[in-house]
């Protein structure tokens, strides 16, 4: 079992960067794929990127590589979010989530998610 908040999120111009915490709780922690999705309204959730369980692979949706980087302390129980140039576009509430071992860019992968932060970006 494994509780996630999330925090870091606000108000930023374009161009600005942000980065977000997802401080996690648990038993196995480092066992399990972490990763960040994004929902802006009236949007499905979609996927931004995941860190594997060990943190040595990383994976990014097209539409933030190269911009957006996670990083992952298994021993602080902790993974971020680092976004910058950031776009009116990335405007969505973001969330941390936790799933098993095979978890994708799908959302339906993953067992645990966090409350959410929003970022908002401005033009």
């Known amino acids: 079992q494994v509780q996630l908040v999330e925090s870091g999120g606000g108000l930023v111009q374009a161009g600005g960067s942000l980065r977000l915490s997802c401080a996690a709780s648990?038993?196995?922690?480092?066992?399990?794929?972490m990763s960040w999705f994004r929902q802006a309204p009236g949007k499905v959730r979609e996927f931004v990127g995941r860190s594997s369980s060990s943190g040595d692979r990383t994976y990014y949706a097209d539409s933030v590589k190269g911009r957006f980087t996670i990083a992952r302390d298994n021993a602080e129980n902790t993974v971020y979010l680092q976004m910058n140039s950031l776009k009116p576009e990335d405007t969505a509430i973001y969330y941390c989530?936790?799933?098993?071992?095979?978890?994708?860019?799908?959302?339906?992968?993953?067992?645990?998610w966090g409350q959410g932060t929003q970022v908002t970006v401005s033009s």
């Open positions: 989530a936790a799933g098993q071992y095979y978890a994708g860019p799908n959302s339906d992968d993953y067992n645990y």
């Open positions: 648990g038993r196995t922690f480092s066992s399990y794929t």
